[in-house]
C-alpha cells in the first residue's frame, strides 16, 4: 500500500521536506486514517487547510522522549485520548482489567495510560513549557465538567484544569479547531482565544466573563450529592446550540468557562469533511503485529448522520454531539459507497449505512430549528412527542440507491435502530425494506429492559412498545418467507433496577428462548444523567429518589439472572430468586428458571407423589401427575436398584454414582 498516510516519525516528516510540524496530534488510539475516527477527521482537515501535522500515536508515557521526538510543534499540541475514554479502554464495569484493546495494533493491552488527556498534557507541557496544549476528544469532552469518576468513587474536576491544558474543545471539533488554527497562524495568542464556540477555559475568579449560569462549584458537588445532581441538570440543559448560554463552574481560585455550543456542521461542510483523502485503513507499520482489530466494523461501512435525538440518560452521545441531527447528502454517501467498492479486499458487502442512530436523517422537529431542543424533555421518551416528524422518506431513498451500485451485493444496517421511531411511522415502506433487504439474519435492537420503571430512568419508550415491534418483525419475516431474528441488546444493574426487576427481565429472556451470550451491566462513565442516578441516588430532572444496586454482589447477581442458563451462574441464581421471593421459579414446570438442587439434604429430583412448588401453591395437579401411576412401579425399582449400587461405591464414586442415578431417573419421567 503507497503510504500517504501523515506522518508518525521524524523519517516520515522529513521526507516530506517538513523541518518542524505545525501541529502535533497525541492520540491515545493507533493511528488508523479512516473517518470514523475523529483523529483522521480532525488531521486530514488541517492538512486541507496547509497546515503541517504529524501524529503521535500512542507514545510512551513513562519519559518525556516521545513528545520531543518531531520537535516544537510551531502552533500546539493536540490532545485526545482517543476514540474512547482511556478509563473505559482499560477497565470493565466490574472495574476489572481488560485482556485487550481493540484500538491498538494486534489487540495489545496497556499502550496507554489511565486517563490519557491529563497523562499527556503534563508531558507535553513537561516538554515545551510555552507550547499551547489544546484537548479534544470523548475524553475530554465528556470530564470538561466537575464530574463523578466510577473508577475513584469521587468527584474529579474538570479535565481543563486537572490537565493544565490552555483550551479545551467539546464536541465534534471540526469548526473549532479551524477558528483556533486560523488564529494561531495568524499569530494570536492562545490565551486570549475565549469567545470560540464549542470551546472552554479557565481564567482567575476575578476575570469571569458576566452573564450566563454559574453551576455549583467544584467544591460544593465535592460535598454535596445534591448539588452535583443540580450541576448535572445545569449542563445538560444547555447543550443546545440554539439556545444554550454559557456555563461557569469555580475550582478553588479559577473560573471554568464554557462556551455555547458549535453550531453542527452543515449538510455541505459534512460532505466536505468525508471527502477527505482517507487511507480507509490502519498504518502500514502495523501490519506485522496484526494490525488495528477496530477497524473491522467500520472498513466497509458509512457514517450518514451526526447526533442522536433519542438521547437515552446512560448515553454520553447526547452531551457530546448533541440532540440535534444532520446528515450528509446522498451524493456524498454514493461516492463513498463506490470508493469502498474499490478496495481490494471488498466482497460486495456494505456492513452498515448508519450513525449515532441509524434511521434519524434529520432533526425530530422544526422546532428544533428555531429554538432548539426542549428543556428537560426527551422527543421520544415517555412516548413519541407530538410534535416529532417521523419521516424514513430519505433513508429509504439512500438505502435504494446505495444498494443499486454495481460491485454491490447487500446494504447492511447495523450499528442500531430506534424502533419506537419505526413504529410512530404510518408509512410501512423502511420497515418492509429493512426487513427484505438491510438485515443479515439478526437486527440488533436496543429495548435494554422490560421493566417500565427501569426504562423510564433510562429515557427508554414502555415495554409494550418493544413488544409491538417484535409481533411486527415476526409478522413481516413471514409474510416475505425470511427467517430472520432480533438480537435485544440487554442491560443489567443500571439504577431504578432491583431484584424483582432483573427477576422480571430473566422471565422475558425466558419466553425467548434463549440466553444473551453477552451481558452489558450498566456502566457509570463520566457526565451521563444516569452516572448522575448511579453517583446520587437522585434523577437530576426531577430531585426524586432513585434505588441504585451499588453492591458488587447485587450486580451480579442481575447479571446472573439475564444468563440464568449458565450452570456457573446456579448459586447466584438461586440467591436473587430467593431475596426477591420468587422461589415459584425453581422447580421442573417450564416456567421455572432453575431446578432445585437439593430437598433436605437429598437430590433435587421430585420422588413419585411430590408436588412441585408451583403445584404446591396453586394446589392444582400438573401435568406430571397426570398418569403417574402408569410407570411408577418401574420408576421405585430403578431407585431401589440404583441406591443398591450406589452403596458398593465410597467417596466420590458415591456421590457421582448417586447424582447419575437420578439424572437417569429424571430421563425416564
Aim: glycine share 6%; hydrophobic share 30%.
Amino acid at each position: 500500500m503507497q503510504n500517504d498516510f501523515l506522518p508518525i516519525t521524524p523519517a516520515e516528516m522529513r521526507e516530506r521536506g517538513w523541518k518542524q510540524p505545525d501541529f502535533v496530534y497525541v492520540t491515545g488510539d493507533a493511528y488508523v486514517d479512516h473517518p470514523s475516527f475523529g483523529a483522521a477527521i480532525i488531521t486530514r482537515l488541517l492538512e486541507s487547510q496547509g497546515f503541517k501535522v504529524v501524529v503521535l500515536s500512542q507514545p510512551d508515557w513513562h519519559s518525556v522522549r516521545d513528545f520531543q521526538k518531531f520537535g516544537r510543534p510551531k502552533y500546539a499540541f493536540l490532545i485526545t485520548a482517543g476514540n474512547i475514554d482511556s478509563m473505559v479502554a482499560h477497565y470493565t464495569a466490574a472495574k476489572k482489567l481488560r485482556h485487550d484493546d481493540a484500538y491498538t495494533a494486534g489487540g495489545k493491552h496497556g499502550k496507554r495510560p489511565d486517563r490519557a488527556v491529563n497523562v499527556y498534557t503534563h508531558l507535553a507541557k513537561e516538554a515545551y513549557p510555552d507550547c499551547p496544549v489544546i484537548l479534544g476528544g470523548l475524553e475530554a469532552s465528556l470530564r470538561r465538567f466537575a464530574h463523578y469518576d466510577y473508577w475513584d468513587d469521587a468527584i474529579r474536576p474538570s479535565a481543563l484544569v486537572d490537565s493544565g491544558a490552555d483550551l479545551l474543545i467539546y464536541g465534534m471539533g471540526e469548526k473549532q479547531i479551524t477558528e483556533i488554527a486560523r488564529r494561531l497562524r495568524a499569530g494570536e495568542p492562545v490565551d486570549s482565544m475565549h469567545d470560540i464556540r464549542g470551546t472552554m477555559y479557565a481564567v482567575p475568579t476575578k476575570d469571569t466573563p458576566f452573564g450566563g449560569v454559574e453551576c455549583p462549584s467544584f467544591e460544593n458537588v465535592c460535598a454535596s450529592k445534591k448539588e452535583y445532581a443540580r450541576s448535572c441538570r445545569l449542563e445538560q440543559d444547555e447543550q443546545d446550540h440554539v439556545r444554550g448560554k454559557l456555563l461557569k463552574q469555580r475550582h478553588g481560585k479559577m473560573m471554568v468557562v464554557q462556551n455555547p455550543p458549535m453550531e453542527p456542521l452543515t449538510t455541505s461542510e459534512l460532505d466536505r469533511v468525508y471527502s477527505l483523502p482517507y487511507m480507509r485503513a490502519y498504518h502500514p507499520s502495523y501490519e506485522k503485529l496484526g494490525g488495528v482489530p477496530g477497524i473491522e466494523e467500520v472498513r466497509f461501512s458509512i457514517t450518514h448522520n451526526r447526533g442522536c435525538f433519542g438521547a437515552c440518560n446512560f448515553c454520553s452521545i447526547a452531551f457530546h454531539q448533541g440532540r440535534y441531527v444532520t446528515s450528509r447528502s446522498k451524493k456524498s454517501l454514493l461516492i463513498e459507497a463506490q470508493k469502498i467498492t474499490q478496495m481490494p479486499d471488498f466482497k460486495g458487502y456494505i456492513h452498515d449505512v448508519g450513525g449515532p442512530t441509524a434511521n434519524f436523517r434529520k432533526p425530530a422537529c422544526n422546532h428544533q430549528l428555531t429554538i432548539g431542543a426542549c428543556k428537560a424533555k426527551q422527543c421520544l421518551s415517555p412516548g413519541v412527542c407530538k410534535n416529532m416528524e417521523v419521516d424514513h422518506k430519505e433513508f429509504v431513498d439512500v438505502l435504494r440507491s446505495v444498494r443499486s451500485l454495481p460491485k454491490i451485493k447487500k446494504v447492511f444496517v447495523r450499528s442500531g435502530i430506534r424502533y419506537d421511531y419505526v413504529m410512530a411511522d404510518k408509512d410501512d415502506t423502511f420497515f418492509k425494506e429493512l426487513v427484505e433487504h438491510h438485515v443479515s439474519g439478526q437486527l440488533k435492537v436496543a429495548p435494554e429492559h422490560v421493566s417500565d420503571d427501569v426504562l423510564t430512568l433510562m429515557g427508554k419508550p414502555e415495554n409494550s412498545v418493544y413488544q409491538e415491534f417484535v409481533k411486527k418483525y415476526n409478522k413481516m419475516n413471514q409474510k416475505i418467507h425470511k427467517d430472520q431474528y432480533l438480537v435485544p441488546y440487554l442491560m443489567s444493574s443500571h439504577p431504578g433496577s432491583r431484584m424483582k426487576d432483573a427477576v422480571e427481565l430473566a422471565e422475558h429472556i425466558r419466553d425467548l428462548g434463549y440466553m444473551p451470550e453477552q451481558v452489558q451491566d450498566f456502566y457509570p462513565t463520566p457526565s451521563t444523567i444516569s452516572t448522575c442516578m448511579y453517583y446520587t441516588g437522585v434523577d437530576p430532572r426531577t430531585m426524586q429518589p432513585v434505588y441504585v444496586p451499588k453492591n458488587p454482589h447485587e450486580k451480579a447477581m442481575q447479571r446472573a439472572l439475564i444468563q440464568y442458563r449458565d450452570p456457573k451462574n446456579y448459586d447466584l441464581v438461586m440467591e436473587a430468586l430467593k431475596k426477591a421471593h420468587r422461589m415459584d421459579l425453581v422447580g421442573f414446570d417450564k416456567h421455572c428458571l432453575i431446578r432445585p438442587r437439593k430437598f433436605e439434604g437429598r437430590s433435587q429430583q421430585k420422588v413419585p407423589g411430590q408436588k412441585t412448588q408451583n403445584q404446591k401453591f396453586s394446589g392444582k395437579p400438573g401435568r406430571n401427575d397426570r398418569g403417574k401411576n402408569k410407570n411408577e412401579h418401574s420408576r421405585r425399582n430403578t431407585v431401589q436398584s440404583d441406591r443398591q449400587n450406589s452403596r458398593q461405591n465410597t467417596g466420590t464414586d458415591r456421590s457421582r454414582q448417586k447424582k447419575k442415578s437420578i439424572r437417569n431417573v429424571h430421563k425416564k419421567k
